[in-house]
């Protein structure tokens, strides 16, 4: 199933939950606009080359378009689409005031200087900077983009525009960035499942945790839910996975990645496949690698009591009925992950303000967010009946469209 019949899938859920006609679901599916655009640059040896950018803008009837923008050979429409889809349902269950967009380019960043991503980094700009701005859209750093690709895009949207940097967010802290943004999507499941687990009488600590994932909210995933009390029993990367039943330190583990450059050698626990981290016995697995891995060949060996989605769709609607048919419990990715999002949110308000926040207070305002965005997903459920991952589309879907409706278009 491809992304975009993934998100329509859970839409169309929602949506029957909700009593909408055929008008209703079309006029929130169809995308508010759709850009391809050709970004030419010259290589370093001097010859030039054409690469196709992509600005999906899913819907604004909320705020602005919010949602990342990525360098990767395999960016296409399709995918564009239902991640943009995707960031207007997890704007709206997260309670902040955009829409959904996003975008990339189809290259491959490892192959190219850090001259030639600057340049076509402009080019794109060049090319979009009529249809992004800090109340029509703002791009966010994603696969194969960072800080520095967003300080880039400042630089040349303001040069149009005059000095912008809610144009964009995930800037560097020199350039209006927000502290607290590395480590917001992880903080930000940790919150999103202490709120979880009060619901089931339990808190962090409670429990054993296997973390698919050793990247930016994997590792700060473990580190904090390790500091919260919880037993991080396994982590796991794209090439090694670390094992231990009476716990490991994820902060030395990483401390151990940053001097090695992998968790292969890491002391303190045992090395094993790490395809086989989605089957450890835990009462917690965390995805947050790669979408698509609970599916119908791998759900039916999970053996944790719930499922934190730290990826973006890392269980498809295949191994979603398994984990129902199962009893385990998902909190779904457009919530749980959402604290990067919120964070964003956080360092555009601070751009608009021209006031900066402290880290307290980032850490702070997330934790309120994250509690409050929790409340009605858990009350749609009891209402409809349904799993988290409806209820949460439930939530979102309801909040378009009435903003839809209130528009009056
Ligand atoms: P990252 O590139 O920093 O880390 C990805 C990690 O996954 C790496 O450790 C990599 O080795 C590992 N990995 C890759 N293939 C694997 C495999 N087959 N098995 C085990 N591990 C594997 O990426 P990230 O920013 O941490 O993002 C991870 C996921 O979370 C993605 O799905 C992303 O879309 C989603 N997400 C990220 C953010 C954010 O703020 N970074 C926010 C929301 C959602």
Known sequence: MN??????????????????????RRRLLTPTREIKAECAIVRDDGSEETFIGYRVQHD?????????????????TNEVNALAALMTWKTAVAGLPYGGAKGGITCDPSKLSAREKQALTRAFVERIHDVIGPYTDVPAPDMGTNAETMGWIVDEYSKHHGWSPAVV??????????????????????????????????????FTYAVQGFGNVGMWAATLIHQAGGRIVAVSNSRDM???????????????????????????AERRDPASILATPCDVLVPAALGGVITKETAGDIRARFVLEGANHPVDPDGDAILEEKG????????????????SYFEWVQNIQQYSW?????????????????GPIAAAAKKHVCSLRTAAFAVAVEHVYAATRARGL
């Open 3 to 24: 992304p975009m019949e993934a998100v329509n899938r859970q839409f169309h859920e929602a949506a029957t939950l909700l009593g909408l006609d055929e008008k209703a």
């Open 242 to 268: 670390l094992w231990n039943a009476d716990g490991l330190d994820p902060a030395a583990a990483a401390e151990h990645v940053r001097a090695t450059g992998g968790l292969s050698g890491y002391a303190g």
């Open 60 to 76: 604004s009837s909320r705020g602005p378009g919010k949602g990342g923008l990525r360098y990767h050979p395999e960016v296409e």
């Open 328 to 343: 385990i419990v998902a909190l779904p990715d457009i919530y749980a992950n959402s604290g990067g999002v919120t964070v």
């Open 169 to 206: 967010t995930g800037k560097p802290l020199d350039l209006g960035g927000s502290v607290g943004r590395e480590s917001a999507t992880g903080l930000g499941l940790l919150y999103a499942a202490e709120r979880l687990f009060e619901d089931h009488g339990a808190r962090i600590g409670d």
């Open 358 to 374: 402290d880290e307290d207070r980032v850490t702070a305002e997330l934790r309120k967010r994250m509690r409050t965005a929790y």
